[in-house]
């Protein structure tokens, strides 16, 4: 594991503070005969507040100039979590938002509520369409619908993600996690490459700090044996990772811009259905020294919009940030994208 990145987010840094200052207090505690426990309460108080200021980080603000009128942006995963409130912000700017929800019925009365939330009706339009990552002919019938009625797609935010407690395969018969979060967004930047080159799109890829947890690389057996949903999960956001470094290698001279980032320690639906045995404290430590779901998509929205952003690069807190040393290998990253490859050729072939 390579700790620096992960000191280096604000989270963490948040949560050495609260751990450091519950520790005094519990010295203060045991070993201070003569004590005040409104002046430790209100100081456990204090600790909090500055607890979350510190998990804040930075946030990004739209230039007053940014208008994303006349721009389609599609965003995966947007019916819950930052997926959410990065649809809702690009439409407040004026963009035409497509959502891929599971469920064309669904997708469409997400669509709705998320334009009416957003306070844009009659300007930034979301439109909703069916899309389940973990079927590739699903992604296909996606993205024909986009290539269809679509000139040109200026953002795409490959957002969603899913986690498991079990092994479990996808119904293209692929381990769900690295089928979803990767092959399944591989696959439709891939259907969708032309349009976005025409379109000189950026591109972003929502990884997760805890690829910093990946140290061997990734064992494309995938074995069942040794699951870890974990494990998997944080394999699968690294393999996000070099899909950016590639894209942006392969085609940033044709106009295209790649992004990968973490988002942060947000308490999302995902993070809760991973956590599930410890929902006893999870949520408190969450609501402490974790980010609000605004907060979070902060990143997103930097990698999105903002110059600043550094193509082929991994960020976090709204700037470029420092991955683990697997992150930028070239030669893992494009074995990754030649299994990729593979893969999808293998299981479209009979579509």
């Known amino acids: 594991m390579f700790i620096t990145p992960l000191l280096s987010q604000p989270e963490i840094r948040s949560f050495i503070f609260l751990i ?27 600790v909090i507040c500055i607890c979350k200021i510190i998990a804040r980080g930075h946030s990004y603000t739209p230039p007053k100039n940014i208008n994303l009128t006349g721009q389609t942006v599609i965003v995966t995963g947007a019916a819950s979590g930052i997926g959410r ?19 064309q019925s669904r997708a469409e009365e997400v669509a709705q509520v998320l334009e009416r939330e957003a306070h844009v009706i009659g300007t930034g339009q979301i439109i909703g369409y069916n899309l389940d990552l973990s079927k590739l002919s699903v992604v296909k019938d996606f993205s024909v619908k986009i290539l269809e009625h679509e000139d040109h797609v200026n953002i795409l ?11 479990s395969l996808t119904s293209d018969g692929l381990p769900k996690e690295f089928g979803t ?7 439709l930047t891939k259907l969708l490459l032309p349009l976005l080159i025409r379109s000189k799109a950026r591109i972003i890829n929502v990884s997760s700090i805890g690829h910093c947890f990946i140290t061997d690389g990734i064992n494309y057996a995938f074995p069942s044996s040794s699951y870890n949903g974990n494990i998997a999960h944080w394999q699968s956001k690294l393999a996000q990772i070099w899909h950016a470094c590639e894209l942006q ?73 420092k991955p683990s040393p697997l992150a930028y290998n070239k030669k893992l990253a494009k074995e ?14 009979s579509f």
């Not at 409130?85 to 004026?94: D, H, N, Q």
């Not at 979060?181 to 696959?187: A, L, P, R, V």
């Open 181 to 187: 979060n990767h092959i399944g967004h591989f696959y």
């Open 249 to 321: 290698e392969l085609y940033g001279q044709q106009g295209i811009n790649a992004y990968s980032l973490s988002p942060g320690m947000i308490y999302t639906p995902l993070t809760q259905r991973m956590l599930a045995l410890f929902a006893w404290i999870c949520p408190l430590i969450y609501m402490i020294v974790g980010k609000s779901l605004y907060e979070g998509a902060q990143t997103s929205l930097y990698c999105s919009l903002s110059d600043q952003a550094k193509p082929g690069r991994f960020h976090a807190d709204c700037k470029e940030a």
């Open 157 to 167: 935010l490959n957002n969603a993600a899913t986690g498991c407690f079990s092994y």
């Open 85 to 103: 409130v990065s649809a809702i912000e690009f439409s407040k700017l004026g963009a035409k938002v497509i959502v891929g929800i599971r469920g």
């Open 336 to 349: 990754c994208w030649e299994i990729s490859e593979r893969i999808i050729i293998e299981k479209t072939k």
């Open 20 to 46: 450091s200052n519950i520790l005094v207090l519990l010295f203060t505690i045991c070993f201070i005969q003569s004590f005040s426990f409104f002046y430790l309460f209100l100081y456990l108080i204090i």
